[in-house]
C-alpha cells in the first residue's frame, strides 16, 4: 500500500464534536462548538477543551472558569455545525437553534437539554500552547438522560446516535464491533 507524506498536522480523526455551554455570569450565555476535546484523566474526573483566544467564548471560559460539555448526536448536527461557525456576540444561539437552557447543579454555565450527556466542568488550568489554549477541567457532575437507560439501569448512548467530526465533515457512528477486551474473552 503506498502513502503520501504531508506536512505535519492534526490528522487524529475522527473526534467527538461536542458542544460546550458558558456563560460571562452577568446573564449572557454562549454555545461553542469544539472538537479538540479528551478525556485526561479517571481520578480526578478530568477533561480538556482547546479554544483559540480569538473566539467569543474564550473570555467567558477564562473569567468563570465553568463550562458545561454536552455531547451531541445526529439530531444535534445542525446545531453543532451552527454554533461552531456562528459568532455569539450579536445572537443568542440558544434561540436561533431552539435549544433549551438547563440549570446545571454545580457550575454556572448552562446545561443544553437536548444533549442526551452533559459533563459540568470547573477549570483546574489553562495552558496557552499555541493556535488554541488548552483548558484542563475537573468534571464535577455527570448528568444522563434517562431515556437512554437499559432495564439494568446502564447508559445505551449509542441509542441517542452520537456524531463524530472527521476532517471537516460530520458523520453519524456506524454498527457495534464489541466491548472492551472483547478480543481476549474466552469462549464460553
Known amino acids: 500500500m503506498a502513502k503520501q507524506q504531508w506536512k505535519p498536522g492534526n490528522m487524529l480523526y ?8 458558558v456563560t460571562d455570569g452577568k446573564g449572557k450565555d454562549n454555545i461553542i462548538t469544539v472538537a479538540w476535546t479528551g478525556t485526561v484523566c479517571t481520578n480526578p474526573p ?3 477543551i482547546s479554544v483559540k483566544p480569538e473566539r467569543y467564548s474564550y473570555h467567558m471560559l477564562r473569567d468563570t472558569g465553568e463550562f458545561v460539555i454536552n455531547l451531541t448526536t445526529e439530531s444535534l448536527a445542525k446545531a453543532a455545525d451552527y454554533c461552531g461557525v456562528r459568532s455569539g456576540k450579536d445572537r443568542d444561539k ?4 431552539k435549544l433549551h437552557r438547563e440549570e446545571a447543579s454545580i457550575v454556572s454555565a448552562p446545561m443544553i437539554r437536548e444533549s ?5 466542568c ?12 488548552m483548558f484542563l477541567a475537573e468534571v464535577v457532575a455527570v448528568h444522563a438522560d434517562e431515556s437512554f437507560m ?3 439501569n446502564k447508559f445505551e448512548f449509542f441509542r ?4 463524530v467530526y472527521s476532517h471537516g465533515a460530520y458523520y453519524g457512528l456506524g454498527k ?3 466491548t472492551f477486551g472483547y478480543s481476549v474473552k474466552r469462549k464460553k
Request: charged letters at 20%; glycine letters at 4%; hydrophobic letters at 45%.
Open 14 to 21: 475522527p473526534l467527538p464534536a461536542v458542544m460546550v455551554s
Open 46 to 48: 478530568m477533561v480538556s
Open 94 to 97: 440558544f434561540a436561533d437553534m
Open 116 to 120: 442526551p450527556v452533559n459533563l459540568e
Open 122 to 133: 470547573k477549570v483546574k488550568s489553562v495552558q496557552e500552547l499555541g493556535s488554541h489554549h
Open 150 to 152: 437499559n432495564d439494568k
Open 160 to 163: 441517542a446516535r452520537p456524531m
Open 176 to 178: 457495534f464491533l464489541g
